[in-house]
T-cell receptor
Framework: AQSVTQLGSHVSVSEGALVLLRCNYS??????LFWYVQYPNQGLQLLLK??????LVKGINGFEAEFKKSETSFHLTKPSAHMSDAAEYFC?????????????FGKGTKLSVIP | DGGITQSPKYLFRKEGQNVTLSCEQN?????MYWYRQDPGQGLRLIYY???????QKGDIAEGYSVSREKKESFPLTVTSAQKNPTAFYLC????????????FGDGTRLSIL
């Protein structure tokens, strides 16, 4: 069964510093992976997705993620944090079975940006 | 404007009461999903529907019910059997394609009076 582990429920960085949010997945088949961002009292917004076309995926707002099969990882990075990046981030993997398309989500990492 | 509309934004339930959360989409997506979000728990799947007049239980379906009479609509009823309904509920849709992302509404926050 597919699963996702996000290391660190809360990450704090200074404004202008590197952002690194970790995601490891477990999947018996080649996975499709996604990163979403959630601002308070809002729904989730897609940041980027990995669908096997390229291992380095660029997303919106300057974020990118690298798929590393050997490490079963899909970590999210941004070179320079901005105050507006403060939000909760979720990693998700497509769950397969019986022709259905579901996502399994990690528990989320809350990013704080310190001025 | 294409999108997903969830209503109401905030909802309060009394003891023993059923309440219904609305989810409407104009994206023409086949599949629709309901998730429950609790602090520190991520999103957990309640029900999903891949086609009109068909739906499947997710991981935490007990105490909830759904219907899919129209492609655009997928209402969720939180019944009195759900003993801990206080949570943020999110509706999502997607094209019927394995690598397409899910699109989310802005959520409904349900609280107990």
């Amino acid at each position: 069964a597919q699963s996702v582990t996000q290391l660190g429920s809360h990450v704090s960085v200074s404004e202008g510093a590197l952002v690194l949010l970790r995601c490891n997945y477990s999947s018996s088949v080649p996975p499709y992976l996604f990163w979403y961002v959630q601002y308070p009292n809002q729904g989730l917004q897609l940041l980027l997705k990995y669908t096997s076309a390229a291992t380095l995926v660029k997303g919106i707002n300057g974020f990118e993620a690298e798929f590393k099969k050997s490490e079963t990882s899909f970590h999210l990075t941004k070179p320079s944090a901005h105050m507006s990046d403060a939000a909760e981030y979720f990693c998700a993997v497509t769950r397969s079975g019986a022709g259905s398309y579901q996502l399994t989500f990690g528990k989320g990492t809350k990013l704080s940006v310190i001025p | 404007d294409g999108g997903i509309t969830q209503s109401p934004k905030y909802l309060f339930r009394k003891e023993g009461q059923n309440v219904t959360l609305s989810c409407e989409q104009n994206l023409n997506h086949d599949a629709m999903y309901w998730y429950r979000q609790d602090p520190g728990q991520g999103l957990r799947l309640i029900y999903y529907s891949q086609i009109v007049n068909d739906f499947q239980k997710g991981d935490i379906a007990e105490g909830y019910s759904v219907s899919r009479e129209k492609k655009e609509s997928f209402p969720l009823t939180v019944t009195s059997a759900q003993k801990n309904p206080t949570a943020f509920y999110l509706c999502a849709t997607t094209d019927y394609d394995f690598n397409q992302p899910q699109h989310f509404g802005d959520g409904t926050r349900l609280s107990i009076l």
